[in-house]
């Protein structure tokens, strides 16, 4: 396919990388100055834009998103999908997939799970927002980006399962972070305590896949000085959107409202920003009851 790809950063890099090595021809453009391995750079998002199948954009917020849509969707020939993977607000996706529709594009919102090192392995999962149409055509470059892709439903269903799955991912990561800074104070082994809580009814991926604490279970920032392999920034951004979404839908969610303080506070106030949203473990260990 002939592939424009606008937003080449920390992640639209390597996905855009991995799209040019399994042979299609990918044309990319970024605000800053990049070099990515056998991306052709345009000088416009709109000359990106223009002449392709697919349009792929990774973009850092809605209201960038729609000026860029503004930008591109002129340009693009009709039946062209458009294929936006930024985390944005539902309301945003959807005014833009409307926009995308009524000028005749497969507009699909296609957030992803995985960070920089699903992006650069190809291992992203994609929920994805749109038609049945839209989601065929941009499906096969979804199986060269990552490891899953589902099919949520209409326009801005994506983006729904993207925040509510990552409220849960900022909710488990402050209990367990919660749990080990207990468990050191209670004079418990963290090495022993992973080994309990991993196989049982505390099991969760903030636990099995990405232990906060460091030495501990498989290899995760943590054993990089916190290192963001996901900002806390970036989790803040999206727990935003988790609440934004709850009170436009009028739903209860003090858990999400709770972790939404908490990471606002840490990179806020604090010195969390910069660094892996797993450095809750550190910020922890030196706080009392208050």
Known sequence: MKIGFIGLGNMGGPMAANLAKAGHEVTGFDMAPVDIDGVTMAASGAE??????????????????RAVANEIVPAMDKGTAFVDCSTVDVESARVVAEQATNAGLLPVDAPVSGGVGGASGGTLTFMAGGSAEAFAKADPLFDIMGQKAVHCGDSGAGQAAKICNNMIL??????????????????LDRQKMFDVVS?????????????????????????????????????????RLSQ??????????????????????????????????SAMLPRFEKRGRS
């Open 199 to 239: 196989t049982s009814s505390g099991y969760s991926w903030s636990m099995n896949a990405y232990c906060p604490a460091p030495g501990v279970g498989p290899q995760s920032p943590a054993d990089n000085d916190y290192k963001p392999g996901f900002a806390a920034e970036l989790m803040l951004k999206d727990l």
């Open 48 to 65: 990106a834009a223009k002449g392709q199948d697919v349009v792929i954009t990774m973009l850092p917020n809605g209201q960038i998103l």
């Open 170 to 187: 900022g909710i488990t990561m402050i209990g367990t972070c919660e749990a080990f800074a207990l468990a050191d104070k209670l004079g």
């Open 244 to 277: 934004q979404a709850a009170e436009a839908a009028d739903a209860d969610t003090p858990l999400g409202q709770a972790a939404t303080a908490l990471y606002t506070q840490f990179v806020e106030d604090e010195d969390g920003k910069g660094m892996d949203f």
